[in-house]
């Protein structure tokens, strides 16, 4: 059996390679695929290496997910429940992709992930590799053995696998669009997340005393330059977790509901998603009519929940995505964005095409809008109502 495993380093995926080879005899080749989650990769070679894999391939598919994955996020106004970006779940389609491709070319019959079997990332990793490589076999080690994280820590203290015992606490998954952290305290949906779990978010009392204020332009959606400076989205994106994350923004902490129907206490921080997607957000209330606003929150609901419970490759995304690109074609503009202290207030907008109408708005004497129409459109729209209580007398 030859076994190309999705490895990240962590604790999951390094006691994996070990079991392979203990139970199946397996040869192991391990993938990492860098979509932004800034590791140091050569000792995450080193680590796998030294964990028993005989090869180690390193892919940087940072480009290829910002602009595949993230600007789709970014146009759907991806949260889950309202309240998750949804790296994580990104993510998952597109190591898988590249995990099969290197299994096809360096002839495994197998590929494997380290997901554990309570979770999403199970599905989100076996439908796209059953998708793309009918053939293959799926292998997930850690939920075949059904090992609990501290037995995990001690199959690799046993084996003398490198892991670092005190960070393995957290069961961290990072990438550009975001870090999801799980376990130690934090299954405690009371105790606050301590400091040391995140990357990129300062503590309230130590971010800047003045407020920071930030332009985004996007152009059919997608988010292409930050304070008039062109650059590409994964560049846009690392930079803005940098900024909001130094203002204390990007935040999440919520119940989430998983697929399995466990009910989950999950910390995030993405300060870029949260900033791009509420700006987005605002920018197609100024372009687009309440009639698309409202049909595209149902597709939005719809694209999240695909998303989140591994159906990216289902033919279903291929419509929503199409519905959503038709919407997009006039989203273009700018957004004026205010941080300070853990908020990130929209302060400003402007649409190159906006259906948002100074002059027929306005309450000055410029105004375009012959306000006399609205006596009988008033009188037409409570028609039905004033009819009702005609019947019956007045509302009392
Ligand atoms: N609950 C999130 C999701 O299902 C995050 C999972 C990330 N995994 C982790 N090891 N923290 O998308």
Known sequence: MKVALAYSGGLDT???????????????????????????????????????????????????????????????????????????????????????????????????????????????????????????????????????????????????LPINPKKSRFSIDENLWGRSIEAGELEDPWIEPPWEAFKYLKPLEETPETPKEIVIRFEKGVPVALDGVKMPLEELVME????????????????????????????????????????HIDLEKMVLGRRTLEFKKIIEEKWANMVYSGLWVDPLMNALNAFIDETQKEVSGEVRVKLYKGSARIVGRRAEKPLYHEEFITYTSKSLFDQRAGEYFSKLWGLETHLWYMRRGSRR
């Not at 070679?45 to 892919?59: N, P, T």
């Not at 940087?60 to 998750?84: H, P, Q, T």
């Not at 290197?102 to 309570?118: F, M, N, P, Q, S």
């Not at 990007?250 to 129907?261: P, Q, S, W």
């Open 14 to 160: 390094t006691v994996s390679i070990k079991w392979l080879k203990e139970k199946y005899n397996a040869e192991v080749i391990t993938i990492t695929v860098d979509v932004g989650q800034e590791e140091n990769f050569e000792e995450i070679q080193e680590r796998s290496l030294k964990s028993g894999a005989l090869e180690h391939y390193f892919v940087d598919a940072k480009k290829k997910f910002a602009e595949e994955y993230v600007s789709r996020c970014i146009k759907a106004n991806g949260l889950y429940e309202g309240a998750y970006p949804l790296s994580s779940a990104l993510s998952r389609p597109l190591i898988a992709e590249e995990v099969v491709k290197i299994a096809l070319r360096e002839g495994c019959d197998t590929v494997a992930h380290g997901c554990t079997g309570k979770g999403n990332d199970q599905l989100r990793f076996d439908i796209t590799f059953s998708a793309l490589a009918p053939n293959l076999k799926i292998i997930a080690p850690v939920r075949e053995w059904n090992m609990s994280r501290d037995q995990e820590i001690e199959y690799a203290l046993k084996h003398g």
């Open 240 to 279: 803005l977790n940098k900024i909001g994350g130094m203002h204390g923004y990007g935040y999440i902490d919520h119940i989430e509901d998983r697929v399995v129907g466990l009910k989950s206490r999950e910390v995030y921080e993405a300060p870029a998603a949260l900033i791009l997607i509420n700006a």
